[in-house]
């Protein structure tokens, strides 16, 4: 791939990411707000909801996932180019590398790419969810005020007076998941109950910035990098690490995996290194994607609810690992909890590839134009 044609990839790639990644965030976000919000436990305190209440809320996090699209979408062009030209064969007279893309190289080439550009959304994923999570506890905020709901239901518990034997604030009150929990909180749910002759944990400084936030959630882009910096440091901007780096490699490896097969099962005459053509109808090619995008989705939903919990503002300090973080959803929530957000993230799956390619296209050609263009001259 010639510096030109690398270089008209890049300006493709990020203006068609940063299209795609804007149009189909209210999937992005469903998804991850479906993902958090427990409805068992909000019904059985009768708790109004915390849905997005405007179309601007709905794309509350866009920011976010907008600018790591654009930098994960660079390093998967670079990424992707050099292990394509890394994985060369000599199969000519005069020893010259010779590009052999089989579905094999590309699988193994889609893999790294998405390695790489996983180092880079992840601290982004990281601002997006606090995003999110600050969104949906100021509207549950705002509308458990409106149905008179008198107790904190970020914690600060209102009920609890006098000298009465110690029980956990979940059994007495609603508590949000989108809200920083205190100390004493983390203990009861750890089982680390006071006893009736101990005071219960005292306020840290860091619990007492917790309650800050709690009260006042920020929206802005800026503004959540600052929180996220005040209450988790430079390592809140690398939570669920691993569980990302998995997800994206095996979004990549079962995307090209499924592709493939049902492609060679459509066409089995179809040469293997004419990857990603052939002659398909326009039905059979939306069948192919179609497949290959349930597919990722089943494969890899559990890994991605396992990073929203990971990520979230309370990941960290309720759970150790990605094992551990499945382990407790499954025997808290049951095992459809690892499923959740599937749709809509089906949704935003199926919808960006064809839109990518769209767009991607469309901004090709304009630039392939453009750089053929001389600026400051005349012909005479």
Same mark, same amino acid.
């Given at each position: 791939m010639?510096?030109?044609?690398?270089?008209?990839?890049?300006?493709s790639g990020?203006?068609?990411?940063? $299209?795609?990644?804007?149009?189909?965030y209210?999937?992005?976000? #469903?998804?991850?707000q479906?993902?958090?919000?427990?409805?068992? /436990?909000?019904?059985?305190?009768?708790i109004?909801g915390?849905?997005?209440s405007?179309?601007?809320?709905?794309?509350?996090?866009? +920011?976010?996932?907008?600018v790591?699209?654009m930098?994960?979408?660079?390093?998967?062009?670079i990424?992707?180019n050099?292990?394509?030209?890394?994985?060369?064969?000599y199969?000519d007279n005069?020893g010259?590398?010779?590009?052999?893309?089989?579905?094999?190289?590309v %699988?193994?080439?889609?893999a790294i790419?998405g390695?790489?550009?996983?180092?880079?959304?992840?601290?982004?994923?990281?601002?997006?969810?606090?995003?999110i999570?600050?969104m949906?506890?100021?509207?549950?905020?705002k509308?458990?005020?409106?149905?008179?709901?008198? /107790?904190?239901?970020?914690?600060?518990d209102?009920?609890?007076?006098?000298?009465r034997p110690?029980?956990?604030?979940?059994?007495?009150?609603y508590?949000?998941?989108?809200?920083y929990?205190?100390?004493?909180?983390?203990?009861? #749910?750890?089982?680390k109950?006071?006893?009736?002759?101990?005071s219960p944990s005292?306020?840290?400084?860091?619990?007492?910035?917790r309650?800050?936030?709690?009260h006042?959630?920020?929206?802005?882009?800026? @503004? +959540?990098?600052k929180?996220?910096?005040a209450?988790?440091?430079?390592?809140?901007f690398? *939570?669920?690490?691993f569980v990302?780096?998995?997800?994206?490699?095996?979004? *990549?490896v079962?995307?090209?995996? $499924?592709?493939?097969?049902?492609?060679q099962?459509?066409d089995?005459?179809?040469?293997?290194?004419?990857?990603?053509?052939?002659?398909h +109808?326009?039905?059979?090619?939306?069948?192919?994607h179609f497949?290959?995008?349930?597919?990722v #989705?089943l494969?890899t939903?559990?890994?991605?609810? %396992?990073?929203?919990?990971?990520?979230?503002?309370?990941?960290k300090?309720?759970?150790r690992d990605?094992?551990?973080?499945a382990?407790?959803l499954?025997t808290?929530?049951?095992?459809?909890?690892?499923?959740?957000?599937?749709?809509p993230?089906?949704c935003?799956?199926?919808?960006?590839?064809?839109?990518?390619? @769209?767009?991607y296209?469309y901004v090709e050609?304009?630039?392939?134009?453009? @750089?053929?263009k001389?600026?400051?001259?005349t012909e005479g």
């Amino acid at each position: 791939m010639s510096s030109d044609t690398l270089l008209t990839a890049l300006v493709s790639g990020v203006l068609s990411a940063a $299209t795609t990644a804007t149009i189909t965030y209210p999937f992005d976000s #469903i998804k991850t707000q479906q993902q958090i919000t427990n409805d068992a /436990y909000m019904k059985k305190w009768h708790i109004p909801g915390n849905y997005p209440s405007s179309l601007a809320q709905l794309f509350r996090g866009c +920011s976010a996932s907008v600018v790591g699209s654009m930098m994960k979408t660079s390093t998967r062009i670079i990424t992707y180019n050099w292990a394509c030209q890394f994985m060369t064969v000599y199969h000519d007279n005069a020893g010259a590398h010779k590009l052999k893309p089989t579905s094999s190289r590309v %699988v193994v080439a889609g893999a790294i790419a998405g390695f790489f550009e996983s180092l880079w959304i992840i601290p982004f994923e990281n601002i997006k969810i606090l995003m999110i999570q600050n969104m949906s506890l100021a509207n549950e905020l705002k509308r458990c005020k409106e149905h008179g709901i008198t /107790y904190d239901i970020t914690g600060k518990d209102t009920t609890s007076h006098g000298h009465r034997p110690p029980s956990s604030i979940f059994t007495r009150q609603y508590v949000s998941p989108n809200a920083y929990y205190t100390t004493g909180i983390i203990e009861q #749910i750890k089982g680390k109950m006071p006893s009736k002759f101990t005071s219960p944990s005292q306020l840290t400084a860091a619990d007492t910035l917790r309650i800050q936030y709690n009260h006042s959630p920020t929206h802005t882009f800026l @503004g +959540s990098i600052k929180e996220l910096y005040a209450t988790k440091g430079l390592p809140g901007f690398a *939570s669920g690490s691993f569980v990302t780096l998995t997800r994206q490699v095996g979004n *990549s490896v079962v995307w090209f995996w $499924t592709y493939s097969a049902v492609r060679q099962l459509l066409d089995p005459q179809a040469k293997s290194d004419a990857w990603l053509s052939g002659s398909h +109808s326009m039905l059979q090619s939306l069948a192919i994607h179609f497949t290959a995008t349930s597919a990722v #989705i089943l494969a890899t939903q559990p890994l991605d609810v %396992v990073k929203t919990h990971m990520q979230s503002k309370n990941g960290k300090r309720l759970y150790r690992d990605s094992l551990f973080t499945a382990y407790k959803l499954f025997t808290k929530q049951g095992p459809r909890s690892l499923y959740k957000g599937s749709l809509p993230r089906w949704c935003k799956v199926l919808v960006s590839g064809g839109l990518t390619a @769209g767009v991607y296209s469309y901004v090709e050609r304009f630039v392939s134009m453009a @750089g053929q263009k001389s600026p400051f001259t005349t012909e005479g």
